[in-house]
């Protein structure tokens, strides 16, 4: 079954450490998203990637690099972890076109102390 | 850009009720309109779309939403909710115009359906 799968599930960070989160699609979609939710909210787009070796910077990507190796795999970078981070990180993906629903993971959970 | 606006952040019904989830948006050009599901502790899942044609469109478990263009609304129902409905839903929109399928999302409303 085509699915989504983040690593890891939850994990905590110390301010000012480099943090990286990894998430894998057998969906063979081209698109591949970065969201945070934080408590009480919706979700906010950091970055996204339409192909391997290109990533587009979303709606608020600041503090945030991404990476995407591979058509499969797109990671989200914190190179300076802060307090603000804090948050439920999901990765989506989908395939071309603006009428293409998205497949999520799990989520990761980041705890920044 | 455009913006999605879920005006009830809670909702608790009795199971058995009808209930109907409100979302507006806000855009000057042709858009895609969705809805997610996102039990707790889990991502989201997809549950219906709407693009052109009858403004109706069913989903999976009984959902459905009307698109209203009139009303820039696209609100989602169901005729008799089940206590597994409980959930929080979000409304996205994605503008025709995207070269890809970027998705704003709405705050989000906490169903509560009570037994």
């Known amino acids: 079954e085509a699915a989504v799968t983040q690593s890891p599930r939850s994990k905590v960070a110390v301010t000012g450490g480099k943090v990286t989160l990894s998430c894998h699609q057998t969906?063979?979609?081209?698109?591949m998203y970065w969201y945070r939710q934080d408590t009480g909210h919706g979700l906010r787009l950091i970055h996204y990637?339409?192909?391997?070796?290109?990533?587009e910077k979303g709606d608020i990507p600041d503090g945030y690099k991404a990476s995407r190796p591979s058509q499969e795999n797109f990671s989200l970078i914190l190179e300076l972890a802060s307090l603000s981070q804090t948050a439920v990180y999901f990765c989506?993906?989908?395939?071309?076109?603006?009428?293409?629903?998205?497949?999520f993971g799990s989520g990761t959970r980041l705890l920044v102390i | 850009t455009q913006t999605v606006s879920q005006s009830d952040a809670h909702v608790t019904v009795f199971e058995g009720d009808s209930v109907e989830l409100r979302c507006n948006y806000s855009?000057?050009?042709?858009?895609?309109l969705s809805w997610y599901i996102q039990h707790h502790g889990h991502g989201l899942q997809f549950l219906l779309k709407?693009?052109?044609?009858?403004?109706v469109v069913q989903g999976v478990n009984g959902f459905e939403a009307e698109f209203s263009k009139s009303d820039s609304s696209f609100h989602l129902r169901k005729a008799s909710v089940h206590w597994s409905d409980s959930a929080v839903y979000f409304c996205?929109?994605?503008?025709?115009?995207?070269?890809?399928?970027?998705?704003?999302f709405g705050g989000g409303t906490r169903l509560t359906v009570r037994p």
């Open positions: 969906n063979n979609h081209d698109y």
């Open positions: 989506a993906s989908s395939d071309w076109g603006t009428n293409s629903d998205y497949t």
């Open positions: 855009y000057g050009g042709s858009i895609y």
């Open positions: 996205a929109v994605s503008a025709a115009n995207n070269a890809g399928a970027k998705l704003t």
């Open positions: 990637s339409y192909v391997a070796d290109s990533t």
């Open positions: 709407y693009y052109s044609g009858n403004p």
